[in-house]
Every structure is written in structure tokens, then in C-alpha cells.
């Protein structure tokens, strides 16, 4: 498997700088799967070519795999794995070029942000269906001009005609940084075969690596989906990131000692204890936390033996870590462990796993969702995952005024897309009850004003049993 870099950016040497890798030697980086040989065939002034070889061991990976046991087949040790363009490569991308890829250059940092012109040339690509087209539908919208040549599968029988094997070149002009992160998400896109490494993480580096460039791709559920393997829940959760530009909130750090933060804080475990008592009111075994952040109400339905089942759901998997270190999730008790899971998911997409419980909490999170969302959100909540109880709380934007520290047109919170009025957001749930066979009461949080009423606003959701 082979991928050259060539630049004919002056004076081309520049390009071992940001790679990192000495022009004059031959370095190996060592991968879980193989070994990845990093060599220049070519450097000079004006042209300078980095490749990257990457060999890897396809008897090692069937055996780690764990594929030799009795379907042995010999396609396990006989196939493409070796030469095509995989997500290996991109492993090998991440971890031979890992320093340019972050965008940093320790020795000659002002080259990080130079446009330089490129050529991306990689040996084997497969593409499945689509073929050339999706090839070009992938790097056109970035900038490159495509060349492809397809192969034959055998010259000698042309009945066979062409396999699903083309020799890529791409040229354009970017920043290294860009270049490497469009080859690390776009590879994987093109390879059909089970990656080794598909898992939740796999969201977080999408996005992270997909950055600046992948929100504005028009391919970009195109190229989620295929990256994440088709595996729904992923997909749908950094589709819900993509689509939605959603950056998760910024988690309130309990050590700031400021002023306005305390105050925060103090009305939010007020909050967290009213939704707790209507909870526990509510008769409800089931819980689900949706929208759950760093796991506050989690860590208070843990300690409750009423709550019997108890999921934390939320698109952001750095808040889910959160949780998890509050919980002290991998120490828990296994009685205590079995109580308890969290999970990845986005609110405005259905899914089957937020069904069926007695009772959801969504504490603080409607006014994160674009308001042309909430119809979503509404319809995957209140129409399709269908809780007993729901008990949903969101900022009374008519208190503001008592925050001194907030100005007159902002936020409680940089990422708040809305913050509704009393009677904005009781039009709103009231509708959402209507709509969804629910009855709904609300109920005033924190110290209450005469006029502006108190800081959070809360809606108890019932659904009507006699209804569907
Ligand atoms: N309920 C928690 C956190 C509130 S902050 C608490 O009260 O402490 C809002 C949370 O909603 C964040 O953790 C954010 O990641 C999550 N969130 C925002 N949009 C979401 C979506 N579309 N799907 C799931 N979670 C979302």
C-alpha cells in the first residue's frame, strides 16, 4: 500500500519540516497491523516527494482478528488487504504524521498556515459502487483535480473486465493539515470492507479530523455514513453534531469560584432536585436522562433504589467520559453497574433505545437545539420514544435581567440557540402535549419574581394512557 506526497512548493524541502521525517534516512513507524516505511524517492529545491509504504501483515491481522478458528477460509489470508487504500492507512497516516496532521511544526512554525500546491498520488483505491463518480463526488468539492485509471482485473481475459481498483491522483493546493485530514476521513470512506476499529471514538475523531472542511462537504452524509461503517447509532449522532453544527455545551468547572458561576450552579442542584422529586413522584422504575452532560442527575438517580433502570444519553462522547468519571462507572459495584448505561445519541434523530421508559428528564437542552430542530426533537421524544412522564426544564428568559453580569441581548450560556419567555415556552409545550396525547403542568424553579417569575422554567409531560 503506497501513497506519495509531492510538492513543488519552493523550496520543496519545506515539506520534510512539516512532515517531520529526515529527508536522508528511512524511518518506520510500528503499526498494531504491519509496519509503515516513510522515505523520499525524490528532494530537491524543486520538487520534493514524501511516500509512505505501508506493509502490513495480513496473517497477523486475520489471527488477531480471531478469524482462524473453525470458519477458517482461505479468503481470511488471501485478499486485498495488503495493497488496496484502507482505513489502515489512515492509522498509518494519524500515526506517521501525527505532529502535521495537529498543524503544529515545532522548527518552523510560520509554514503550518502556507497554501502549498500538491500531488497525492495513491497506488490502489478500491470503490465498490459508485466507482469514479463517488471518487470525484469525495475530493472535487475540496479542491483537487482527479485522475483516475481504473484497472483491468486481468489483461489477458477481457471478458473479466475492470476491477474495482483505481490508481488515484490528486492535485490542489492546501495546507499540509487539510491534505492529511481530507486522506485520513476519505480513504476509509472508499473501502467497503469492515474497518478494525469502528467504535464510539470513531464520532469524536471524525469530527475532529473532519473539522472546517466536512460540515460544508455536500457529500458529507454520505461520507459520514460510510466512515462509520453504516453503523445507525454512530452515524446518526455525528450527523446530529454535522447537520445541526450542535458544538456541545462547555461543562460548568465546579472549581471556578466566580461569583455568577456559583449562583449558576446553586440554581442548577436546585433544578437537579426538583426534576428528582418529580421523578420519584412520577412512581417511574425506568429513567432516561436525555441530554444528560457530565452526569449530575445521573449520579443523584443512581443513589434513589426506585430507579431500577437508568440510561444516559448524549451526542457529546467527552461529556458521556464525564459521566463516567463521576459515576466512577468502572469501579461500580456489577448490582450498581447493571442499573446504569450510557450511551451516544442525538434527541432529534429516532432511536429505538430511548424507547419504552417510564420516564425522561431533558434538563437544559432544548434551547441547545436550532429551533427548526425542535420539530425533530419533538417527534423523536414525544412521538416515537414515547415516555410516561417527561420532566423537561429550560431557562426563563425573562429573569435575565437579575443576572448582572449578562448584557441585554445575550445568553445564559454561549451555545444557547433560544431562551424562551414563560409563555413562549408554554405555547410551545402545550402544543408538544396536544400533538402527542400528553397532559402537561409547569412549575416555576428558584426564587420567584412578581413579574419575571424565577430563573428556570419546568414542564411535567403525562401522556394519556387511554391514547396510543
Ligand atoms: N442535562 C445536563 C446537561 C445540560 S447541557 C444537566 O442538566 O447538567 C446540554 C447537554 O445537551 C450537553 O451535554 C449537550 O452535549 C447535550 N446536547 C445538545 N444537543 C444535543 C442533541 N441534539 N442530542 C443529544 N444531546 C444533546
Redesign the pocket.
Known sequence: MLLKITTTHQPASDLSFLLHKHPGKLQSVALSNGVAHIFYPEVSDEKCTAALLLDIDPVGLVRRAGNSGPDFALAHYVNDRPYVASSFLSTAIAKAFSTAMNGKCNNRPELVGIVMPFEVHIAVVPSPSGGAMLIRKLFEPLGYTVTLKQHTLDSKFEVWRDSKYFTLTLAGSMRLKELLTHLYVLIPVLDNEKHYWVSEHEVEKLLEKGEGWLKDHPEKEQITRRYLKGIGALTRSAL?VLL?E?T??KATDENIADEATMQRETL?YKR?REVMQELIRSGAHSVV??????G??LKMLLKEKQFENILG????YR?LEKAMDRLDYHTLPPRQKERIKLTQ????YRDDRLKGFDAAAI???IE??DTDRLEAFERSVFEFAKPGVVVLTTPNQEYNKFFETMGKDTMRHTDHRFEWTRIEFETWANGVADRNFYRVTFKAIGEEDEQAGAPSQMAVFTKNNDKQ
Open positions: 446530529g445541526e450542535d456541545p455545551a442548577h437537579l436522562d436525555l441530554g444528560c452532560g457530565d449530575k442527575l444519553v448524549d451526542v457529546s461529556e445519541g442525538a434527541l432529534t434538563v437544559e437542552v441547545h437545539l
